[in-house]
Structure formats: structure tokens, C-alpha cells
């Protein structure tokens, strides 16, 4: 009999893979989601609920009498969200998959690679602090009632419509234009980016696996980019010389304030990871996509349609303000 597994969400950057992998894998799959994306449709061998997942009750309603080997749950981000699912799902999932976040990890890491048993702290980011505080609630529910929670941290993981740039496309354009582009730092800290197919490998790896109900694992690339490169890489891609600009990660917090968590609690820091853990629990699993094939892909998919290629004025226009005052003080 085939493994049942419900994704709560789907049609995520992340899920939509995962949903991928698991019917690939023969593996009984339904979504449950609000049905708004048109971007990353589910295969048609998935059957679809409609819920908001907001709404406890009317989760309850659509999953009468319904029990599942496995439920990934995509879209929880506060403990209360957390504490809710605890009470739908005790009694109807084999296994509770939570997806946290690498972020959650001790930022800055006092050392190198990041493991499993890293700290868990980031005063800059209430992102990661919102999802530290749902691990320490669903991990509570397994250590008190045997909840069956298996947590999993992505890292920066990306498909082809996703630019891991600070602008997004925006800085595609400003590479292809000529236009010098703002990097954090000096560009030289460390970073791992990891495609969404080889996550969802590992993932589906995990799925209906006892080894790893009440335990916690990370899922990213082995290969290491400093910022400069992957820069560069994504300039390669679209047929460009980028043309970088340094700025201090404070500096460019303190003129887009958006930017402070993302940069300050996340992205100015190294973070390199050690995959042994999930290597020992899926055998034969690697990430296998390097970034600048992965680079390849993002620029296709965005010039095969020109709607995708959205420029933000506003941004554009802040870098450019920014650049110029930098090069008054170089």
C-alpha cells in the first residue's frame, strides 16, 4: 500500500517540488491549500482539498475521518499557528513534518559548518525567532504526548522563477543594462543555495521514515558561493559583465529598512552546512544542481515570458542613489 501524505500548501517554491518527488515516488498525495496558484499547479495524480488552513474548523471539515501516513506542513510561521495544528493533527498523522528555517540557526554561528545541534538564535530576525519559538512548541508536544513532529530547515532554496538577488530581476536588468550593481559587504562572506528538486529529494527521503519522527534535520547544496560569485554567476547566466558595488549591510539596512532582517539577521553572515545527517538517514542522496546551471534556468524562465521580468522603479532608483553617494566617499 502506498505511503498517504498531505501538503499542507504545495505550490510553494519548496513544496511544489516536494509534491513532485513524492508522486514520483509512487507516494499517495493530496494538498490542501486555498487554490490560488497559478504559477505551480499541482500534477494532475494529486488530489486537491480546499481549505484555508487558517481556519481550524474548516480544516477539521475537509479532513473528516481522514488520516494520513505523513503531513508536511509548509505554511505554519507562529507558534499559535503551531499549537493549533498540534490539536487538528494528533490522531490523524503518522508523521508531522514541520518546514522551519536555517535562519533559526545562532546568527552570526560562532563556528563552521552549521550542524543540527547548532544553537538556535537570531535577535535580528522575528521571522526565524517566530519559527524558533514553533520548533520549541511542536518539539514540547512529542517530549509530553508523542506528537509526531519531524522538523525540517531549509536553507536559501530557489527555482527558476525565484532570483536570490537583494532586487530580485531588478538586478538582473541593471547587469544587462550596463548599470553597477549593489552588493552586501565586500561580497566575500560565504553562502549556500540550494535548488528546489534537491531538496525535495532529501525530503521525500524523510517521508513516512520512523528514524526521524522527533528529530531535526537541514537540507541543503554542499557547494559554497561567496556573494561575489553568485553575482556573477547570475550576470554569466543572462550574458552580462556584472559591474558590483560594495556597500556595508548596516548602510543599505539603514536607507531600506526592509532589507535590515533579511540582510543583518541572515544574508551578511557565512553559512556553510554540514549534511551528514540527513546523508545518513537518505542513502545516496546529494545535491546535485550546481547553482550556475540553476542560474541558467532562472534567466530561460524569465525571458520566455516578458511579464516575468519585473523591474522595480523604486528599487532601481535607490540604487542608484546609493551608488552615487558611495562613490563620493571611495
Aim: glycine share 8%; with cysteine.
Amino acid at each position: 500500500m502506498s505511503l498517504s501524505v498531505l501538503f499542507i500548501g504545495g505550490t510553494g517554491v519548496i513544496s511544489s517540488a516536494c509534491v513532485d518527488a513524492a508522486v514520483r515516488a509512487g507516494m499517495d498525495v493530496t494538498t490542501l491549500n486555498r487554490g490560488n496558484s497559478a504559477t505551480r499547479p499541482v500534477p494532475d495524480a494529486v488530489e486537491s482539498l480546499r481549505a484555508d488552513v487558517r481556519d481550524a474548523g474548516a480544516v477539521r471539515r475537509v479532513l473528516a475521518g481522514r488520516r494520513f501516513d505523513a503531513v508536511a506542513d509548509f505554511l505554519t510561521f507562529t507558534a499559535e499557528q503551531a499549537r493549533a495544528n498540534v490539536k487538528v493533527f494528533s490522531g490523524r498523522a503518522g508523521q508531522f513534518l514541520f518546514i522551519s528555517s536555517a535562519s533559526a540557526y545562532q546568527t552570526p554561528p560562532q563556528r563552521l559548518p552549521v550542524v543540527e545541534s547548532t544553537p538556535l538564535r537570531n535577535p535580528m530576525s522575528q521571522y526565524s525567532r517566530d519559527k524558533i519559538a514553533c520548533e520549541e512548541l511542536l518539539t514540547e508536544a512529542y517530549r509530553t504526548t508523542g506528537f509526531p513532529v519531524t522538523i525540517v530547515r531549509p536553507s536559501h532554496t530557489y527555482d527558476p522563477t525565484h532570483v536570490p538577488l537583494m532586487s530580485g530581476w531588478t538586478d538582473v536588468e541593471r547587469m544587462r543594462r550596463g548599470h553597477e550593481v549593489v552588493v552586501h559587504g565586500d561580497g566575500t562572506s560565504l553562502w549556500t543555495l540550494t535548488h528546489h528538486t534537491d531538496f525535495a529529494t532529501a525530503f521525500t527521503g524523510l517521508l513516512g521514515n520512523p528514524l526521524a519522527v522527533g528529530d531535526g534535520f537541514h537540507i541543503t547544496s554542499d557547494e559554497v558561493l561567496s556573494w561575489n560569485q553568485i553575482y556573477e554567476l547570475m550576470g554569466s547566466a543572462a550574458g552580462a559583465k556584472p559591474r558590483l558595488v560594495h556597500v556595508p549591510s548596516d548602510t543599505i539596512a539603514a536607507v531600506e529598512p526592509e532589507l535590515s532582517a533579511p540582510l543583518l539577521g541572515d544574508k551578511t553572515h557565512s553559512m556553510v552546512f554540514d549534511n551528514t545527517k540527513i546523508k545518513r538517514l537518505v542513502p545516496g542522496w546529494t545535491a546535485r544542481t550546481p547553482f550556475s546551471e540553476g542560474a541558467r534556468q532562472i534567466v530561460a524562465w524569465h525571458d520566455a515570458d516578458p511579464r516575468r521580468k519585473t523591474v522595480d522603479r523604486a528599487a532601481d532608483t535607490l540604487w542608484d542613489g546609493l551608488i552615487a553617494a558611495m562613490a563620493k566617499v571611495r
